[in-house]
Structures are given as structure tokens and as C-alpha cells.
């Protein structure tokens, strides 16, 4: 008789043939089963997610938020515990240890949710300062008490119940490729502005809290949250000046540099911009005779 596994992993993937093959790799320290929801790859992603024994379902894509709970509403999940991961990223062996040692000790019963570190890797580097690690995400609950909260950008998962860090890293593969990393941030820097321009930035009751006494998470939304009530555009310039110089970013060499440039300024900047702009297109159309 065939032993339940202890966990399930959900992976989302759209043409990640490049990515999947090691994230499948990691995951072989797990006693676990793994779902891809793909959203209509044309590269071989169904072809390499099959072959490594994975359960695939696909289905059309609106938004990570909604993709993430259709998924864990409708696959055939087996486990109380769900794990959601992207193509890029990796679980290590310090991590798969600490998720076995927690499940075959059996969960307690107060905990509903376990927070993971994130170890960004960019252009093969390890970004450790610039306050990029230890980062935490809470990737790891009881699938009945957590959920994506519906945001179009920023989306993190919320635990109804406590939660625990977990020993062990999860590596973030953010980009190989400078033209594929930068066309997805102009994709989120659009979602962001489209975000602030509804007043949907903060954290809301079915959402995260923003508390600067909260959990790592709520403190970082509050954070984000005070970065929103700084001056447009100034607020890029003191967002790359404080991770790079004050939280020393820096020290991470070219790689820091380029990080730092483009995510900590230019994407931020340029959120701004994509702010700006709309609302001069919302002034022109309230204007009198438009």
C-alpha cells in the first residue's frame, strides 16, 4: 500500500522548460506531492513536469493571486498541508530537512502556517546585504487556513492562525536574462501604479496587516505602506540610497550594483512615472469640455 505523502507542492508555470527541471530536482528530499498549474506553455514545461512525475493541470491565467487559490481550491490535493513554489526557485537541502523533520514529528496543533527564508540569487549571485536576506515568506500552511491575498502586485499568502520560522533556505533564481527580468518589472511596475490609483496598495482586512509590530511580513507591509506617503519620485531616490549605502547593497559587488540600480531605483522610479502619468490622464478627463 502506497504511504500518503506528508505535503503537497503546487507549483505555477507558464513556458519555464529553462527553470522547472531544478526546482523538480529540489523538491526530491521531500516526501510530498507535486502539482503544475500551467497556464498554456508552448515550450516543453507539460513535457519535463510529466516525465518528472508530477501531477499537470492547466488552466487559463488572470492573476498570480487567483491562479494560486483556484489552484489549491480545485486540485486533488491529498495532504492537510500545502507548499507553493515558483519554477524559479529551489528548495535546499537545509530546508527539505527542517520541512521533514516538522511533519514526521507531527504538526502542532496551534501552528497553521510556517514562514521560509528567500536567498535572492541574481545573475548567479547570492544578494546577502542591502537588507535582501534573511527575507521571509510564509509559502507553508494547513490548506484550509491560508489563501493569496487578491492584490495584482506584492501578493503574499495569509494564515488565519499562528505561524512559526522554519530553519533552511528557499533560493529565489530571479533572472539569468536582463531583457526578461526587466520586462517583467515593467509588467509589475504597470499592476503597481494600476494599484495606487484604486487606493488598493496597503494591507486590508482579508489581506495583510501592515503592523510594525507584526510578523516579518506585516512589518514590511507597513513599511511599504510609509514608503507610499513619501514625495513621488524623491521616495525612489531615498529607497535606493537606504538599501545600497545604509544597508550596505553595496558590498554585494557588480551584481549589487546592477540589482540596486534597476530594482532600487529605476523600477521604483518608474512605478512613479507610471503614476504620474495617470493621473494626468484622469485630470485631463475631468476637466471641463474633455
Not at 488552466?59 to 489549491?72: G, I, K, L, S
Not at 486540485?75 to 514526521?104: K, M, Q, Y
Not at 536576506?133 to 495569509?158: A, I, M, S, T, W
Amino acid at each position: 500500500m502506497k504511504r500518503r505523502p506528508l505535503l503537497s507542492v503546487i507549483i505555477l508555470t507558464y513556458n519555464e522548460e529553462v527553470n522547472l527541471p531544478a526546482c523538480l530536482e529540489s523538491l526530491k528530499g521531500l516526501d510530498c506531492e507535486v502539482f503544475v498549474v500551467d497556464s498554456g506553455s508552448t515550450d516543453r514545461t507539460v513535457e519535463i513536469a510529466k516525465a518528472a512525475g508530477a501531477t499537470v493541470v492547466v488552466h487559463p491565467f488572470e492573476n498570480y493571486a487567483a491562479q494560486r487559490n483556484w489552484a489549491q481550491s480545485n486540485l486533488p490535493l491529498s495532504t492537510e498541508w500545502v507548499f507553493h513554489i515558483d519554477a524559479g526557485e529551489r528548495v535546499t537541502p537545509e530546508l527539505a530537512d527542517s520541512l521533514s523533520r516538522f511533519f514526521s514529528s507531527g504538526p502542532p496543533d496551534e501552528i497553521d502556517g510556517l514562514l521560509v527564508v528567500r536567498r535572492t540569487i541574481f545573475l548567479g549571485r547570492w544578494l546577502r546585504h542591502g537588507a535582501m536576506y534573511p527575507v521571509y515568506h510564509l509559502r507553508v500552511f494547513r490548506r484550509d487556513k491560508g489563501r493569496c491575498e487578491h492584490r495584482q502586485n506584492d501578493q503574499h499568502f495569509v494564515v488565519d492562525g499562528n505561524v512559526r520560522k522554519l530553519n533552511g533556505d528557499l533560493l529565489d533564481i530571479t533572472t539569468d536574462d536582463l531583457d526578461s527580468w526587466t520586462l517583467r518589472h515593467v509588467r509589475w511596475a504597470n499592476l503597481e501604479a494600476d494599484e495606487l490609483m484604486r487606493g488598493h496598495a496597503g494591507g486590508s482586512s482579508s489581506g495583510v496587516r501592515a503592523r510594525l509590530s507584526g510578523n516579518p511580513i506585516e512589518r514590511r507591509r507597513w513599511l511599504r505602506n510609509l514608503y507610499y506617503r513619501m514625495p513621488l519620485f524623491l521616495r525612489a531616490l531615498g529607497f535606493f540610497c537606504y538599501h545600497y549605502f545604509f544597508r550596505l547593497g553595496f558590498l554585494d559587488g557588480i551584481e549589487g550594483l546592477i540589482f540596486w540600480t534597476l530594482r532600487g531605483f529605476w523600477y521604483r522610479f518608474y512605478v512613479d512615472a507610471k503614476l504620474y502619468e495617470a493621473r494626468k490622464r484622469s485630470e485631463v478627463r475631468k476637466a471641463p469640455g474633455s
